[in-house]
């Protein structure tokens, strides 16, 4: 079965501490593997995409395809991070969505 | 470039009524495809389709309806409305040639209340 899993709903802590997101998913075949983001109530941006292995806004993921996973890091979290985040895989034809996590930063 | 545009951006609707959710892109992207947004379940995919003329089911099909006449447009139709369809729903599209997620470009989403 494709599926994508982040297994908390919300995510909550303080200015400059880490931040891990977590995602896991399963799929048969090679993954590619996305992480969105939407800021309150507005269109859902790319945010990382694994194939890039690039960082932005200082938020990186690797993918561990044995533990099938693709976590979203930031050594500092900022409050503008504060949003949702979906982790996505991208199979033919469709873009399947976990089903997200809220990050609250608080000052 | 307006990118994807949808319409209406609120909608209220009594139980039974039908409506259409329009989506436009002008960035002439071949793959087009409907979400809903719920608290706790994502994004599922409704319908998509890769091209005029072509469209497939998604996770969540039931109680809507699309069609794809041009490139431009994928209109999403809601064929007699319920409560549970009480949502967001964002429309996507992206070129062709590319992979799954690369190049996804979102609207800025309809909110859709069914009383």
């Not at chain 1, 194939?51 to 050594?75: V, Y």
């Not at chain 2, 949502?87 to 992979?99: D, H």
Request: proline residues 5%; hydrophobic residues 30%; positive net charge.
């Amino acid at each position: 079965a494709q599926r994508v899993t982040q297994p908390e709903k919300l995510l909550s802590v303080f200015k400059g501490a880490p931040v891990e997101l977590k995602c896991n998913y399963s799929y048969s075949g090679s993954p590619e593997l996305f992480w969105y983001v939407q800021y309150s109530r507005q269109r859902l941006q790319l945010l990382l995409r694994h194939i890039s292995r690039e960082s932005i806004k200082g938020f990186t993921a690797d993918l561990n395809k044995g533990e099938t996973s693709f976590h979203l890091k930031k050594p500092f979290a900022q409050e503008e991070d504060s949003a949702m985040y979906y982790c996505a895989l991208g199979t033919r034809r469709k873009l399947i969505f976990g089903q997200g996590t809220e990050l609250s930063v608080k000052p | 470039n307006a990118g994807v545009t949808q319409t209406p951006k609120f909608q209220v609707l009594k139980t039974g009524q039908s409506m259409t959710l329009q989506c436009a892109q002008d960035m002439n992207h071949e793959y087009m495809s409907w979400y809903r947004q719920d608290p706790g379940m994502g994004l599922r995919l409704i319908h998509y389709s890769v091209g005029a003329g072509i469209t497939d089911q998604g996770e969540v099909p039931n109680g809507y309806n699309v069609s794809r006449s041009t490139t431009e447009d994928f209109p999403l139709r809601l064929l007699s409305a319920a409560p549970s369809q009480t949502s967001v729903y964002f429309c996507a599209s992206r070129p062709t040639g590319q992979g799954e997620g690369y190049g996804y470009t979102f609207g800025s989403g309809t909110r859709l209340t069914v009383v």
